[in-house]
């Protein structure tokens, strides 16, 4: 929680659902109105009947898209300087844009991106 909380900054009520058992989940707010929900793996394997799998960071990727190239080196930076690990530095890509990508301390992959026929809010 401290990584998203503190050193990415995003906005959380902290853990709820303790009184449960299996339900304990932080929320984390995004914009739009999107939540970010943090659950502990056998949790959420409990909950969908799931054994619990290996990890692997590339199973999915969650992206966020900014404005400006400088501030994907911001959020870089940000998320560099709160734990994560740089698994790929900004760069230019392929398709026009410019991104990374970074591992969050449970090796979950961000995709930070800046897309040129995307506009975002600054």
Known sequence: MAFYR??????????VGK????????????EGGLKLALWERRNIAHDTSLPVAPRSPTDLTIGH????????????????????IVVKSAADTFWGGYAGYFQDPDGHLWEVAWNPSWPVPA
């Open 6 to 15: 503190d050193g990415l900054g995003l906005s959380t009520p902290g853990i």
């Open 19 to 30: 009184e449960f058992e299996h339900g304990a989940v932080a929320f984390f707010d995004l």
């Open 65 to 84: 898209n900014v404005a400006s190239k400088a501030a994907v080196d911001s959020v870089m930076a940000q998320a560099r300087k709160a734990g994560a």
